[in-house]
């Protein structure tokens, strides 16, 4: 009867499952997958789900992600997949195998360390700026340049490839043109050290597009946290309409409980002002509606675009931080307090509630 609420359900098998059907996608392209756990806020029970799921590796934007897995004894390669910060390369270099970078200081830093410490040498995959604006070289010469450099000059690192990130800032799509750019770069960098790269990088969730429609000739690594976690959630399916991953199950449910329903106009009475946030709210008036409140706000999840109804004649009509309201009038339910609510949720909303607090977590 007192269980804790609000909670999170995690469904370890669909994230097994969900990995597996991606894995054997970019199989078939010839594509490795890294598993991304950010998304969940790395946690441990998620993380060896995917490497039950076939990832070859395991990759984070937080190193303490990472680390709490290898100390849950999660054995495969560990990436870092934001460009480190100066600050964090000590504790890098004992947890990841490899990292994203776009800096040569970087680099440099990460190489002296190495050396300085005696560790086994770190694998580099050098960023490039294919137009998203987020982090890589946008110069073509001076990534070559920066390869030749580690490949010539640097003992405690060992250029392991490179990699571009898309859809992220600048909402550029992995198109055909983008996955030949990136080829291309790779082969003029082979060139120039005289030997292959381990690791042609292209992308994330959103290049699963480039496997569906078998244009990923020449890379081989996608880095893969949304499609798995979200599932038919993702934009893919959502914003771009690819069916495939209509195949995928949705692992993650919140549950909520209800503290209050009555009866209540859809206008606010009175003068209007700003909402908790600080906004001019938007309300329009459909008279009298049944309404329910319910113990989960945007302190847990962030944004109410972000959930999903199980209940599909449930509308949420808004929340504050520890609030949500929703319209229960057409819900065919018969609501009382005390009873759930079920959501399935999107990307923000899955990284917001996995790193709760306030949220309980159960594993199903
Ligand atoms: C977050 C991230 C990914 C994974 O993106 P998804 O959309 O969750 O698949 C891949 N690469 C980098 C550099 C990232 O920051």
Redesign the pocket.
């Known amino acids: 009867m007192y269980e804790r609420y609000p909670r999170l359900i995690i469904e370890k098998f669909a994230i097994r499952n969900n990995t597996k059907q991606i894995v054997s996608w970019c199989d078939k392209a010839g594509i490795f997958v890294v598993g ?1 756990i ?2 969940a806020t790395g946690i441990p029970e998620v993380a060896s789900e995917m490497v039950n799921g076939g990832v070859k590796m395991l990759a984070s ?1 937080r190193l303490e992600q990472l680390d709490r897995c290898k100390k849950r004894g999660i054995k495969i390669p560990m990436m870092m ?2 460009v480190p910060m100066l600050s964090e390369i000590p504790k890098m270099i004992e947890i990841c195998d490899y990292s ?1 970078n776009s800096e040569m200081t970087t680099i440099n830093e990460i190489n002296r360390e190495v050396l300085s410490k005696c560790k086994e040498k770190h694998g580099i995959v050098l960023m490039a700026d294919l137009g998203d604006l987020r982090e890589g070289f946008i110069n073509k010469e001076e990534i070559i340049d920066a390869a030749i450099k580690i490949e010539k000059k640097l003992d405690g690192v060992e250029l392991k490839g490179i990699g571009t ?1 898309l859809g992220c800032y600048g909402s550029v799509i992995p198109t055909e043109d983008k996955m030949k750019e990136l080829k291309l770069l790779s082969e003029k960098i082979e060139e120039s050290i005289g030997r292959k790269l381990e690791i042609v990088s292209g992308g ?3 290049s699963l597009m480039g496997v569906f429609d078998g244009y990923m000739d020449g890379i081989n690594m996608l ?5 798995i976690i979200t599932g038919p959630y993702e934009d893919l399916n959502i914003i771009y309409g690819r069916k495939e991953l209509d195949a995928l199950q949705s692992p993650f449910t919140l549950e909520a409980e209800i503290i209050e329903i009555k009866k209540k106009p859809s206008y606010p009475i009175g003068k209007l002002g700003v909402d908790a946030f600080g906004k001019k709210g938007e309300y329009i008036d459909q008279g009298i509606r049944l309404r329910a409140l319910i113990a989960v706000g945007r302190a847990d999840y962030g944004d109410i675009s972000s959930l999903i109804p199980t209940d599909e004649n449930i509308k949420i009509i808004g929340a504050s931080g520890d609030h949500t309201i929703l319209d229960i009038e057409d819900s065919k339910n018969n609501y009382n307090i005390g009873d759930i609510i079920k959501f399935e949720l999107k990307y923000s909303a899955i990284l917001n509630l996995s790193s709760s607090e306030n949220v309980a977590r159960i594993y199903k």
């Open positions: 991304v950010k998304g934007s997949l934001r994203l990130n994330a969730t959103s880095r893969i946290g949304a499609a």
